[in-house]
């Protein structure tokens, strides 16, 4: 038992955290990430039922109970009878500090209903690893153990870190149960692409333990600044359809929009992320709509923006569309072809119009005087802010990375090159900073007003 829990103890200097190479440094045997205390993630109480299934990933698990535990989270470790063939129950046991349960037929807890009360334990049921066979009887309702019966029973947010090889991964029936956990609002955490126990390489490794403690954090806190807010964002490219075959669209791949989706989660906000078609997986916690044209795009948000506080307008909205799409493919008959254009409903536009509009904060994609032409756009839409960069070849488009130039109505603040997610956190560390001025601006107006009165 020492061995194991020495070889578990074990772990690289440099990890991949969303995205992220963040630096672990050992001092005074408190960990840290890029020289922060892992401690200040607030985990602590936080109630997280491990569900660990049969894979050669699950040697990696008993190190997530150890990270989560760090943060102060209780784990409750729930093993698979394949589960059992990989990694002892003993190793949990010894790393959560609690027994760890294998068995729907455990006579001493289902005198209880044991499996009742773990899905009502759970504030938190994270599956890691999630096995092929695992996603499959998930996904078709199957109850035939204590792990797929205590899903079906608990109310709390299911979380699925898939692990297979990556041809299982590949497969059309692995996709489409994937794509049902989804549609029923279950969070799918990776699977990363890299080397595999088999030799090949592809989609398929479990996430890192420090990747799946992030994403687990998310789904169980609300902190930040934006706690209590409910923030609206757009992201992704529109498509204006031609004829049934044919549209108009761009480059726009939605990354950044989903790492602003991303970051204004962790900053505790709700955040309902209306997308156009992107190959993208949604962030964690995060509730996803998908459009197609700018008139869909309206049409969401305008059913969304109700209620919410910040509205962020990411996405690269097509500015004209065909006036007349075809109602059948369009034949190769003549040389040349014109194409009557029409402009497409402004969307950033019409909610900065709205009457009781939230904090309106627009995006800028420029080839050329970004800062003129982005300072035009902030003034004519009347926006709150607005974030610009420069694209072209090579420059934001299907990019990791982006630098922004932020603009205020008399202020402006320039965010240097860096992966688009540690982007996206420092811009919406100033859209908060920018929302909670404006609110206790507006409050102290308020009170001038009412003393005056």
């Known amino acids: ?62 190190d997530l109970v150890r990270r989560l535990r760090e943060l102060g989270a209780e784990v409750q470790v729930v093993m698979t009878a394949a589960a059992r063939e990989f990694v002892t129950a003993a190793t949990f046991q010894a790393v959560s500090g609690r027994p760890v349960r294998t068995d729907l037929w455990d006579a001493a807890a289902e005198a209880a209903m044991g499996h009742i009360e773990l899905a009502r334990w759970a504030e938190l049921v994270l599956i890691a690893p999630a096995s092929a066979d695992f996603l499959a009887r998930l996904a078709t309702g199957q109850a035939d153990d204590l792990l797929t019966t205590l899903c079906l029973a608990t109310e709390s947010p299911i979380a699925v870190a898939p692990a297979m090889n990556r041809v299982m991964w590949a497969n059309a029936a692995t996709r489409a149960n994937v794509e049902t956990l989804q549609q029923r609002g279950i969070q799918v955490f990776g699977p990363a692409e890299g080397e595999q126990a088999c030799g090949e390489v592809g989609a398929g490794r479990m996430l890192e333990p420090l990747e799946l403690v992030d994403r687990a954090r998310f789904l169980t806190t609300r902190e930040g600044p934006l706690r209590g807010r409910r923030v609206l964002i757009t992201a992704g490219p529109t498509r204006e359809r031609i004829d049934p075959v044919r549209f108009i669209s761009n480059r726009s791949s939605g990354k950044m929009g989903f790492a602003v989706a991303q970051a204004a989660r962790e900053a505790g906000a709700e955040v309902v992320l209306v997308c156009g078609p992107v190959s993208l997986a949604t962030p964690a916690g995060i509730r996803r709509i998908d459009v197609e044209s700018a008139a869909d795009m309206l049409n969401a948000v305008m059913g969304e923006v109700c209620g919410a506080d910040i509205f962020i307008s990411t996405a690269a909205v097509a500015d004209y569309r065909p006036a007349a799409p075809a109602e059948q493919k369009i034949k190769k008959t003549t040389e040349h072809m014109d194409l009557s254009m029409e402009r497409t409903p402004d969307v950033l536009a019409t909610v900065a119009a709205l009457p009781h509009r939230p904090f309106v904060v627009g995006f800028a994609a420029e080839t050329e005087s970004v800062e003129q032409h982005a300072r035009g756009k902030l003034m004519k839409k009347n926006l709150d802010m607005i974030a610009a960069n420069e694209v072209g070849h090579d420059k934001a488009f299907d990019c990791e990375d982006n630098a922004l130039i932020v603009l205020w109505r008399n202020a402006r603040r320039e965010l240097s090159r860096a992966p688009k997610v540690t982007l996206a956190r420092q811009l919406v560390a100033l859209i908060a900073e920018s929302y909670a001025a404006g609110k206790s601006g507006l409050a102290q107006r308020g009170s001038a007003g009412s003393a005056l009165a």
Do not use: D, W
């Open 1 to 62: 038992m020492a061995g194991v829990l020495a070889e578990i103890a074990l772990f690289q200097p440099v990890v991949c955290v969303a995205g992220e190479c963040r630096r672990i440094i050992h001092c005074n045997r408190v960990n840290r990430i890029n020289g922060e205390p892992l401690t200040e993630a607030r985990m602590q109480g936080k109630r997280i039922l491990l569900g660990v299934t049969g894979g050669i990933a699950a040697y990696k698990s008993p």
